[in-house]
């Protein structure tokens, strides 16, 4: 899908759709707008459902202040028109309440957007703008002065984030990360030590290059490899609706019975992804015309190595980057099925998944069927797509439930003796 060719109002729309029924704002709360080539301000309207807005809804406000539209402007379009007075190389303004994000604002404290390399990357340096009355020209100022000095991404004391860009999309994209990386901080809280990324590994993580291999036109599409699209399309965007990953993070990857594979593409968004999107690399050459994963070299080592193996899932859930992020070891002793599904859960040193791919997959096996990447991903394999995305589901629902007891009690393991109980009951390999 061509974002950028969709009307203002319809990009508006889309967006705040998004935004809304991802839980990030209410119904009365947020606003959007786009500046467009002709200096018309498209923005939402005042006093309208934000889970139920249409194309129609949207105001356009000219160049002369004439309003055009069933609906008055958000009440914030002071702020709106003072950011895009103040910086010209911005037509996108995003402002909303989402939870995570206004906890920090509340305690008057920005997030660590170094905790994983995508944040640093994506939402640059932060700010916070002083409080004002929601809707005042002052308000306008006290924000537009913090973008005049370079900030794209600022929380507002006691109020939420706006975020602005040179496009609607690339605003969402800072703007669901940004909460994101939030969301990880304040569980993590609850874990230990946090640990954030120096410049040396930020430096580091911009060696994770693209793939690059010979290209191959396929002849034929068979029978398999058109269900496997199918179920991977499903999957990914059930896991985007799940909150395991975001629209710039997380990748899959299926083998099929000829040792070729499916792997998502690079840099395209995971909520609108198309069969026709993913990218078959087969004896080392990749589908023409397209750009694998950043990771698809540690996806083929891992194939390589355990030939059980046919589903790999790289993915940033917040629970379990929680403990991506801290010291603290991820036990899934919990309850059985944790421990059935998960085995023993191992941790990597950052930089190890992309850096050193063959030694990563070394260490996946039957006994070890998922990794925790310090400070950048979760990975979970399995003999099939099912098995790998359920895997991913039960490792973030344990990490839920061991940071949700923290606030309850000690944890209390399964014991020893329960454990081999379960080697028995199931036939696990030990």
Known sequence: MRFSLLHPADQLVMIMDRIYYYGMTTTSGGNLSILDEQGDLWITPAGVDKGNLKSDDIVCVKPDGEVVGKHRPSSELPFHQSVYR?????????????????????????????????????????????????????????????????????????????????????????????????????????LGNIHTLDDRLVEISKQKNKVVLPSFEPMVHTSEERAARRDMIRLIRRSYDQNLFTSTQGTYSVRLSD??????????????????????????????????????????????????????????????????????????????????????????????????????????????????CENDCVITTGNSLLQAFDRLEVAEYSARAIINSLRLGSIIQISDQEVEDIHQAFKLKI
Do not use: W
């Open 259 to 372: 040792n070729s594979i499916l792997i998502t593409p690079y840099g395209m968004d995971r909520k609108y992804l198309e069969a026709e999107d993913l990218v078959l690399i087969r004896n080392a050459s990749c589908e023409r015309g397209k750009e694998p994963s950043r990771s698809a070299l540690l996806h083929l080592s891992i194939y390589q190595k355990n030939p059980g193996m046919n589903s790999i899932l790289i993915a940033h859930p917040p629970y379990m980057m929680a403990f991506a992020v801290t010291d603290s070891p991820f036990d899934s002793r919990t309850i059985p099925e944790s421990y059935i599904m998960l085995r023993q859960v191992e941790k990597i040193p950052f930089g190890a998944s992309f850096l050193q791919p063959d030694m990563t997959s070394d260490l996946i096996s039957e006994v070890t069927p998922v990794l925790i």
């Open 86 to 190: 103040r910086r010209s190389d911005i037509r996108a303004v995003l402002h909303a309440h989402p939870s995570a994000l206004v906890a920090f604002s509340i305690v008057r404290r920005l997030p660590d957007v170094r905790l994983i390399p995508n944040v640093n990357l994506i939402c640059g340096k932060i700010a916070m703008a002083d409080y004002g009355l929601p809707g005042s020209d002052d308000l306008g100022e006290k924000i537009a002065s913090r973008f005049s000095e370079g900030y794209s991404s600022v929380l507002l004391e006691n109020h939420g984030v706006v975020i602005g860009s040179e496009s609607l999309y690339k605003a969402f994209m800072a703007f669901e990360t940004l909460d994101f990386c939030a969301r990880i901080e304040q569980h993590a809280t609850l």
